[in-house]
């Protein structure tokens, strides 16, 4: 059952094979970079407890990422290395808490993302290439065309790689070479104009590719299943598309590979490579069908997927397998949830690419999770049952209240959420209302589920103040007041044409006309600008006062987001300032400092929000010893931080 509706996950829960090895289920771990290894270049034990608990979870296949030949390779990120057989030790742990629950383990083998790799990783050597192109990020700078010695050298340390990968127990070995990475890069007429005999010819272009294959069917033997993943369609003129990829997938066939990990796009599309919230369900399994004309080979599939588009896309036979990435880092025991019938109980994931993409990119640091801070840390964080429980008393019942309450009556204490509304949700309710937000909707539906199943006390319509005597009684107190508009001093503001963000996200028909302006170009504002010119047909223009709309969103969500609006009617006004707003519109001063009138039939006001903390704080000065201030209460953040603010809190109660 789901929010009512019977299901059958049936068909997700049958063996297949892939080469000689037989994977008890249809779903898979897609690799990825945790970040958490060794200095050395072998897994940590955090990497190791972080695969195990998903494999304990009933994932069939895990596939390892971020597993580099050599720490040359890697040219600076944080990964594994397989140039020294020390490691082998660390990946046989890690392996054997693998099969320990009946999983397969594979490991992806890279050479780097080449002229992809993001500036925070790069060691201080040129990006690397086939050809001396432009680097992605800089195009004044140009990527190091790889020696033949070079490429040789690669060549054999996947031998190594391979070997050694055998040694420590790996069942399959997959090649990372999907989206235009750097083995990719050989086989693109885009990003290949060598002139020797890698380069030249389709045939050429593919020599580093076989030569891989070859070199690891040498070092873990003809036997070792190979899973090659790439990307059909780079989603970039002038390279490899859905029309043209069927060479492609006869010569890496006939040169050894035993399944294919299919997706899309390239670093020229990158949300295609993190799969946004702005792409919705399943963006990657489009190019399938194509490939399934193409080759006989086990077909393998990741982005945005969930349970339902899982057990569609198997029942298709498009796929064989259903590979998760964020939504097993979100909820490792998703797939035992559905072979249980617990489908209510799988925390969705909400694919904001918060904790796991942007924290690794901007702060260089290892994997976790916007709901689920644990990943990661399944070494220390543990919910463990409370010898003398307390008494909690949780007051707003936003993410991170809801969270609070959650882990607090998991570990067995007495829990009283009070929200002031008729609703929970708080300001993550108003973010789930377009149809793109639809995992947050079922965020919410969750936390309902666990709440109630939980026996959390819930008041709702009731405010909480300092002198409240259930605060007294409380051992623990968390404040999750959260944030209110910030309603700047212009004239014509509060107008009756003059509609806030969050009114008009909980009720569009307030939102009148065709012509709409919508004041601040924050990513409240801006998903509020697509949801109103997608869904409404209006006709919208975005004023921000700073020189760029999405102002501090993450670089490959601000990339989605534009990308989406370009198809759409809206206009972006930046570097402008809203100086009155009248009943025919909004008189800024632009850019050039000169006044200009912008019609509207309706000014939607996204000026931003400031913390609630009037209450929270009172009660903190009032019994500072036990009181906790979470999320926007706190500090204006998203709703990762208020969930990890709410996890926290419970887990800093002790015995």
């Keep these: 059952m789901y929010n009512g509706i019977p299901l059958n996950y049936d068909a997700l829960f049958t063996p297949y094979k892939i080469g000689n090895v037989t994977v008890k289920n249809r779903i898979g771990m897609s690799a990825m970079g945790l970040f958490s290894t060794n200095t050395d270049g072998s897994p940590s034990l955090f990497t190791s407890a972080f695969y195990e608990e998903r494999a304990r979870g009933g994932a ?11 720490r040359k390779a890697a040219n600076g990120i944080t990964a594994m290395y397989w140039e020294d057989k020390s490691v082998i030790p660390h990946h046989t742990d890690m392996v054997e808490r693998i099969h320990r629950y009946g999983a397969k383990a594979a490991i992806a083998i890279g050479v780097g993302s080449g002229r992809h790799a993001f500036p925070t990783m790069l060691d201080g ?62 086989m693109s007429p885009l990003w290949n104009f060598r002139e020797d005999e890698y380069g030249g010819s389709d045939e050429n272009r593919a020599r580093f590719a076989i030569e891989i294959l070859q070199a690891i069917k040498r070092g873990a033997g003809s036997d070792m299943p190979v899973i090659y993943r790439i990307a059909p369609d780079h989603r970039v003129p002038g390279s490899r598309t859905l029309e043209n990829c069927g060479p ?27 799969p946004t919230q702005y792409l919705g369900d399943q963006p990657l399994a489009y190019v399938l069908p194509t490939v399934r004309k193409h080759t006989d080979k086990p077909l393998l599939n990741a982005g945005n997927h969930t349970p339902e588009t899982a057990v569609k ?151 909480v103040k300092a002198d409240d005597p259930i605060l007294e009684q409380a051992d623990l107190i968390v404040m999750a007041t959260g944030a209110n508009e910030l309603v700047p001093p212009i004239p014509g503001i509060h107008g009756e044409n003059v ?12 939102v009148k006309g065709k012509n709409i302006v919508v004041c601040g170009g924050g990513l409240s504002g801006c998903e509020c600008a697509y949801d109103l010119a997608k869904e409404k047909g209006m006709t919208v223009t975005v ?60 000014v939607v006001a996204a000026f931003g929000l400031r913390p609630n903390a009037q209450t929270a704080e009172a009660v903190r000065n009032k019994y500072p010893k036990k009181t906790w201030i979470i999320g926007d209460s706190e500090k204006i953040g998203n709703i990762g931080n208020a969930v990890r603010g709410g996890y926290y809190a419970a887990m800093s109660l002790t015995d």
């Design 60 to 70: 069939g296949l895990i596939i390892i990422g971020a597993s580099m030949v050599s």
């Design 313 to 463: 896309l198997i029942e298709s036979g498009n796929s064989d397998f259903v590979l998760f990435g964020r939504g097993l880092i979100c909820d490792p025991d998703l797939p035992n949830k559905l072979m249980n019938g617990q489908r209510d109980d799988v925390r969705p994931c909400m694919r904001c690419l918060e904790e796991c993409v942007r924290r690794t990119v901007d702060r260089t640091t290892k994997v976790s999770c916007a709901l689920n801070p644990r990943a990661n840390e399944e070494m220390f964080f543990n919910i463990k049952k409370m010898e003398s429980p307390k008494n909690v008393v949780v007051v707003g019942a936003g993410p991170g209240g809801m969270e609070a309450a959650r882990v607090a009556a998991l570990q067995g204490n007495k829990v009283t959420l009070f929200e002031k509304s008729s609703v929970k949700g708080g300001n993550m309710l108003v973010a789930s209302t377009p149809d793109f937000k639809d995992p947050i909707k079922d965020l919410l539906r969750w936390y309902d589920v666990q709440l109630n199943k939980l026996g959390v006390e819930i008041h709702m319509n009731t405010e």
């Design 125 to 186: 050597r040129p990006p690397v290439s086939a050809s001396p192109i432009p680097y992605r990020w800089d195009p004044n700078v140009k990527c190091h065309a790889l020696t033949v010695d070079e490429i040789h050298e690669y060549v054999e340390g996947y031998e190594k790689a391979a070997y050694r990968a055998k040694c420590a127990g790996y069942d399959i070995i997959e090649v990372h070479a999907h989206c235009g990475y750097l083995i990719d890069q050989f």
């Design 499 to 510: 509609v806030s963000v969050i009114d008009a996200h909980m009720n569009w028909d307030l």
């Design 543 to 602: 004023v921000e006062m700073f020189n760029k709309v999405l102002n501090g969103v993450f670089t490959i969500n601000e990339f989605s987001l534009k990308y989406k609006m370009k198809d759409y009617p809206i206009t972006l006004r930046t570097s402008c300032k809203v100086t009155k707003i009248d009943e025919k519109g909004v008189t800024i001063l632009n850019q050039d400092s000169q006044e200009e009138f912008l019609p509207a039939d309706t």
């Design 248 to 274: 492609t997938f006869d010569v890496l066939s006939k040169a050894g590979v035993d399944a294919f990990d299919c997706d899309a796009g390239s670093y020229d599309n990158i949300d295609y490579v993190f």
